[in-house]
């Protein structure tokens, strides 16, 4: 198919080769193929339906369109040529299967608001891809919490051992991490849930189109307020950019764990074969690199929502070429986190947990301390005393007499009774953490 343009009438002179190439975003947004064919069947029936096409004229060409999607989905056309965007090959294939009348297609319409109509229905099913892999994770880290019922490990602050927690509410607190990544998503479609087609370059249209009909057809709950707005906004792809890098920093500090759970200094968890790699040099390595590399990953998603909030930072009113520069980052960083989500559902399925090096974590006694104050506590001495106390005992250096008021109790004491003794709603204890599992399954049903 040849090269058309989608404008020239008023340059004499021919557009730089370096100039072509340097304006092409057909590589990136052909993501949006399928998009734009289904926002041009919605332009074309309702031009049709409000009789500023030919409705015969509206059919002819839908069907154009219909038949295209087909023989895009069989294959048997694929997208290919020189042209500046997506949109510019849709229309040259439509020319050139439907003839001159297919240029009608962009009566009442302009690259500008279709451009952002693309984007936003984009928006929307990556959105859903996103919650799917989200919930596919979610699944993984309850099957895993629930399998691992009785096993426990030392919980850290500042990475220092500091009272023991069953695994599974470890593993749970991940969970909930990303059930607020799901609702994030579901926020983010919301922004996205607003059609723009018929805004036009920045002014709408002189041909009575009627933007709440594209809307609908489109499965759009609203049509846009102010064409000028509906150009230029990109606060949706914002919101989806800061939406993936939260749901990535959920993911990194997830893979953190693993990474220093699986060296030996741990030896809380293994890799499984399927999800580690080796080193070229040193016959004996087997590395954590796939949450490496979510780690690393992470970094580059949170550049593409620096990215875009830089770019829109000095755009005035209305669309401005710059605007071309937003799809790249939201692709890549859409895509970057669906597949993080995917790998660490692979990784965490099936990592082995080495529950006797967790317990045995736990037999420092220091885990102990602060239910030994508690216990100082109840047998009548205040709070002061008590953690002072403790705080001796661990460090052995009680004098006789305080040794036998705290040794006592202390021998009572084992890193389980500890842990079955914190039973109220969202404590580290198996009493509570049954009452989650309970209701994280829920949540995700
Ligand atoms: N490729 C552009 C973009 O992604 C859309 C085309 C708008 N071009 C124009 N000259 N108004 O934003």
Not at 336 to 341: A, D, G, N, Q, R
Not at 371 to 399: I, M, N, Q
């Amino acid at each position: 198919m040849s090269t058309t343009k989608l404008w020239g009438g008023r340059f004499a002179g021919k557009t730089h080769p370096l100039m072509e190439e340097f304006g092409r975003s057909l590589e990136s947004d052909r993501r949006l193929l399928f998009c734009d064919l289904q926002v041009c069947r919605a332009h074309l029936q309702m031009l049709g339906e409000c009789g500023a096409v030919l409705p015969e004229v509206s059919q002819r060409l839908v069907g154009t369109i219909d038949q295209l999607v087909k023989d895009l989905n069989s294959g048997a056309t694929q997208v290919s040529g020189d042209h500046e965007d997506i949109h510019s090959w849709v229309e040259a294939e439509l020319r050139e299967r439907a003839g001159d009348e297919a240029s009608l297609i962009r009566l009442g319409r302009s690259r500008n608001d279709l451009v952002v109509t693309d984007f936003r229905l984009w928006t929307r099913q990556a959105l859903q891809r996103l919650q799917e892999a989200v919930r596919g994770l979610q699944h993984a880290l309850l099957q895993r919490a629930e399998e691992q019922a009785g096993a426990y490990l030392p919980g850290y602050t500042h990475l220092q051992r500091a009272q023991p927690v069953a695994l599974s509410h470890h593993l749970l607190a991940h969970f909930w991490s990303l059930q607020r990544d799901h609702q994030r998503f579901a926020q983010c479609a919301e922004a996205a849930d607003c059609c723009p087609l018929g805004a036009g370059a920045l002014a709408g249209s002189s041909w009575a189109i009627r933007p709440e009909r594209t809307a609908e057809l489109l499965g759009f709950s609203r049509a846009f307020d102010n064409s000028l707005d509906a150009v230029s906004d990109r606060d949706f792809a914002v919101e989806l950019l800061s939406a993936v890098s939260l749901c990535m920093i959920h993911l990194s500090r997830m893979s953190e764990e693993l990474i220093l759970w699986s060296a030996p200094e741990f030896g809380f968890a293994t890799f499984d074969d399927g999800w580690s790699t080796g080193s070229s040099l040193m016959p004996q390595k087997k590395n954590p690199d796939p949450a490496e590399l979510i780690r690393g990953r992470t970094g580059r998603v949170i550049g593409h929502l620096q990215s875009l909030l830089v770019t829109l930072k000095g755009l005035p009113l209305a669309y401005n070429r710059d605007l071309q520069e937003d799809k790249p980052p939201v692709f890549e960083a859409v895509e970057m986190t669906e597949k993080c989500l995917q790998v660490m559902t692979g990784v965490i399925s099936t990592l082995r947990f080495e529950t006797a090096n967790m317990a045995k974590a736990c037999e420092d006694p220091g885990l102990l301390a602060t239910d030994l104050a508690d216990h100082l506590v109840r047998a009548g001495h205040p709070f002061s005393l008590a953690h002072e106390l403790a705080g001796k005992w661990v460090a052995g250096r009680l004098e006789q007499d305080e040794l036998m008021l705290v040794q006592p109790l202390a021998e009572a004491l084992t890193a389980q009774s500890v842990l079955e003794a914190r039973r109220h709603s969202g404590a580290a204890g198996p009493e509570s953490v049954q009452l989650q599992l309970d209701k994280a399954r829920r949540s995700i049903q």
